[in-house]
C-alpha cells in the first residue's frame, strides 16, 4: 500500500495535508503534496470527498481512526469501536494503512473531550482491552492502528495515555501486528526529549513517525530538533516505514517541504 520512499534512508516520507498549503481546498493540496514526491497523512475522514481524494492517485500513509469515544468509558470505548468500524470502511476507499488514535477523543482545539490527568493501573487494563478490540478489527480489514503519544505541557493538557512510556506499555500489552507506535517526535520532544534513545526503545513497535520542530511545530529546521542526526539514526536502525511531517509550514508550503526533504535525504 506504501509508494516508494523519497528519502534515500530506505524509509518513506509523508505529509501532511491539514497543515500546508492551507488557502488551497483540500484535494488542491493532497494533489500539490503527491506531485512533490511525497505520501500524504490526513485527520478526520468524515468531512473530506473520499472518492474526489482517490480520484488524485495520491498515495495516503495514515488518517484519523475513530471519530468519538476513548478508551477507558464502557460507554466510550463502544464510540470508539463503532466509529473504528466506520473508519475502516472508509480506508477501503483511498486504501489508507494506518488508522491513528490517541488516549481519548479530541476536540477542535485538540483538548480531550474529557480530560484526565491521572490513570490507574486499572485504566490501564481497560484500556489494553480495548485496544486489543481495535486491532482486531484491523486484522479482519487488513489494516494497522496506530495509538499517537502527545504533549500534555503547549498542545493537549489533560490526554490519558498521553506519553511515549505510556504509548509503548499499552502497543506493548496487546502484542498485535495490527497496532503499532505512532510515534511523534514534535510531542515527545517537549514532553521528554532525548528521542535518538526513544526511537530505539520503540522501534520494534513503531508503525509511523511523525515530526516536526520545537517550538512552534513548524517543518524540520526551524527550531531546536537536530533532525538530520535522527534520520543518520533511522538508517543505521534500518527503520523502513513512514515518516510524515505533521507541521505548519513557517513561512512557504512548497519551501517547508523541501526542508522535510533535505533533512531526511
Known sequence: MNGPPVGEGGFAL???????????????RV??????????????????????LAATGAVFSSMTGYLHG?????????????????????AETIAVPRLNLHGTGLDARG??????????GADFLRAARTLERVAAMGERHGRVFTL??????????????????????????????HLRLNLDLYHAQIG?????????RALPWIGEIQVADVPGRCEPGTGEINYAGIAR????????????????????????????????A
Not at 505529509?15 to 488542491?28: G, I, K, N
Not at 476513548?70 to 472508509?90: F, N
Not at 521528554?192 to 530505539?200: A, H, K, Q, W, Y
Request: glycine content about 6%; proline content about 6%; overall charge negative.
Open 70 to 90: 476513548e478508551l477507558i468509558d464502557p460507554d466510550g470505548a463502544r464510540e470508539l469501536l463503532e466509529s473504528a468500524e466506520q473508519s475502516l470502511r472508509a
Open 111 to 120: 483538548l480531550p473531550v474529557r480530560p484526565q490527568e491521572v490513570t490507574s
Open 31 to 52: 494533489v500539490r503534496i503527491s506531485d512533490a514526491g511525497f505520501q500524504v497523512e490526513m485527520w478526520d475522514w468524515s468531512s473530506k470527498d473520499l472518492p474526489a
Open 233 to 264: 539514526a533511522l538508517r543505521r536502525l534500518g527503520y523502513e516505514g513512514v515518516v510524515a511531517m505533521e507541521a505548519f509550514a513557517s513561512e512557504e508550503s512548497d519551501a517547508a517541504l523541501e526542508s522535510f526533504r533535505a533533512a531526511f
Open 148 to 177: 499517537e503519544n502527545l504533549n500534555v505541557a503547549v498542545d493537549h493538557p489533560g490526554v490519558p495515555f498521553a506519553s511515549p512510556r505510556d504509548t509503548i506499555t499499552l502497543v506493548e500489552a496487546v502484542g498485535s501486528e
Open 192 to 200: 521528554e526529549g532525548n528521542l535518538i534513545e526513544l526511537v530505539e
Open 14 to 28: 509523508a505529509v501532511c495535508a491539514e497543515m500546508v498549503f492551507t488557502d488551497l481546498p483540500f484535494p488542491e
